[in-house]
């Protein structure tokens, strides 16, 4: 089974609105990652936050990851209609070697 | 460096047949990755190489299927007697990881292979 799974399945908004993907995960990490995937393309990275860390920015994203709870958020604020992706998390557990991808948020920005 | 790249973009097969996608990761990183994803699903993980080394293979990985990364540079991935479950996105991905800090610093993808089988 998939170590990570998003919250919601399925995201509409519109554009300015912000919009927050959760993930949860269930044995401990040391680090989660966030990706995007356009539609039939390969997944670009985003950002990586490490178990020691609680928050992270990167322009308009903003990552938090609260390891009590087994769980992660990605906010992208003033959403772009270029924003409408696939968003997924992924976690690397120790000595695990790779990473383990959730099923993914379909985020939709309307223009 | 250009990134991640896979060949073919696409391939229709007939059941039956073999396969076979390559990877060129990027030079500087040590690892390499191999995932598959349906439509709709997230990346399951198949198999990975440090350097030259296979590290891991999914049980996902039937014996009709083989990767190899020789000297450790581009990989190859092959399948064996296609059948029409094997149609999916093949994903490639390579990264740094950090021996010293057991670390990795998260995954560069290709655009992916896309396989038909019918």
């Known amino acids: 089974s998939q170590q990570g799974e998003e919250d919601p399945q399925a995201l509409s908004i519109q554009e300015g609105e912000n919009a927050t993907m959760n993930c949860s995960y269930k044995?401990?990490?040391?680090?989660l990652q966030w990706y995007r995937q356009n539609s039939g393309r390969g997944l670009v990275h985003l950002i990586l936050?490490?178990?020691?860390?609680r928050e992270k920015h990167s322009g308009r994203l903003r990552v938090t990851l609260d390891t009590s709870k087994k769980s992660s958020s990605l906010l992208i604020t003033a959403s772009r209609a270029a924003d409408t992706a696939s968003y997924f998390c992924a976690t690397d557990r120790a000595n695990a070697g790779k990473s383990t991808f959730g099923d993914g948020t379909t985020l939709t920005v309307k223009p | 460096d250009t990134g991640v790249s896979q060949d073919p973009r696409h391939k229709i097969t007939k059941r039956g047949q073999n396969v076979t996608f390559r990877c060129d990761p990027i030079s500087e990183h040590n690892r390499l990755y191999w995932y598959r994803q349906t439509l709709g699903q997230g990346p399951e993980f198949l198999t990975y190489f440090q350097n030259e080394a296979q590290l891991e293979k999914s049980r996902l990985l039937s014996d009709r299927f083989s990767a190899e990364r020789p000297k450790g540079s581009f990989s190859t991935l092959e399948i064996q007697r296609t059948e029409q479950g094997d149609s999916a996105m093949y994903l490639c991905?390579?990264?740094?990881?950090?021996?010293?800090?057991?670390?990795?610093?998260?995954?560069?993808f290709g655009s992916g292979t896309r396989l038909t089988v019918v």
């Open positions: 936050i490490r178990s020691n860390e």
């Open positions: 044995t401990s990490i040391n680090n």
């Open positions: 991905a390579s990264s740094h990881f950090s021996n010293s800090l057991a670390a990795n610093y998260g995954y560069t």
